[in-house]
Antibody, heavy 118, light 111 residues
Framework: EVQLVESGGGLVQPGSSLRLSCAAS????????MSWVRQAPGKGLEWVSN????????YYVDSVKGRFTISRDNAKNSLHLQVNSLRAEDTAVYYC???????????WGQGTLVTVSS | QSVLTQPPSVSEAPGQRVTISCTGS?????????VHWYQQLPGTAPKLLIY???NRPSGVPDRFSGSKSGTSASLAITGLQAEDEADYYC???????????FGTGTKVTVL
């Protein structure tokens, strides 16, 4: 059974940093692109970033470029998102998602909430 | 970041049919990229409902179907049930942004 479990969220002040993690199990992690998708409270879904199987390609939505960094550790079946210089508008539930054929997201974690507030 | 446009809400009685539209542009749906649909029940993570325009993952009832034409796509739900009350999102890829785009989301209410 595919499982994705996020962690690392919390309440932080503007300008702070966090490292979000996603523990994957039930599939060959190193064979899939992986993504982060976020959802602000009461709002829709927004793709944030994705990373190729070997980590050689990474892409980001414009609003987080230069502040967020995606990475993965295939030996530990884990995905990470380093989020720096956090802003109020980054407040959201951050979901880890498996990418199928680099086209769609076939499995999602339960999400981790990041709240940026002074 | 551009998004795909969906109606905010649709509602219908149990047993009836509803359709949800998803309108994109020449750089996403119109460029030939596939459309995918997700169902998000209240308080839960999104779940893949339809992939590659009109394919259902294992376990998704055949009451759900998808289609695509030009710069738009649609999700149809037939035989509407109370358990179908949820938010529905379309998703595609935008070549001008080199990233994925989601629809604005549609809340389905079963009257």
């Amino acid at each position: 059974e595919v499982q994705l479990v996020e962690s690392g969220g919390g309440l932080v002040q503007p300008g702070s940093s966090l490292r979000l993690s996603c523990a994957a199990s039930g599939f060959t992690f190193s064979s899939y692109w992986m993504s982060w998708v976020r959802q602000a409270p009461g709002k829709g879904l927004e793709w944030v970033s994705n990373i190729k199987q070997d980590g050689s390609q990474k892409y980001y939505v414009d609003s987080v470029k230069g502040r967020f960094t995606i990475s993965r550790d295939n030996a530990k079946n884990s995905l990470h998102l380093q989020v720096n210089s956090l802003r109020a508008e980054d407040t959201a539930v951050y979901y880890c998602a498996r990418c199928f054929s680099a086209e769609h997201f076939d499995f999602w974690g339960q999400g981790t909430l990041v709240t940026v507030s002074s | 970041q551009s998004v795909l446009t969906q109606p905010p809400s649709v509602s219908e009685a149990p047993g009836q049919r509803v359709t949800i539209s998803c309108t994109g542009s020449s750089s996403d749906i119109g460029a030939g990229f596939a459309v995918h649909w997700y169902q998000q029940l209240p308080g839960t993570a999104p779940k893949l409902l339809i992939y590659s325009n009109n394919n259902r993952p294992s376990g998704v009832p055949d009451r759900f179907s998808g289609s695509k034409s030009g710069t738009s796509a649609s999700l149809a739900i037939t035989g509407l049930q109370a358990e179908d009350e949820a938010d529905y999102y379309c998703q595609s890829y935008d070549s001008s942004l080199s990233g994925y785009v989601f629809g604005t989301g549609t809340k389905v209410t079963v009257l």
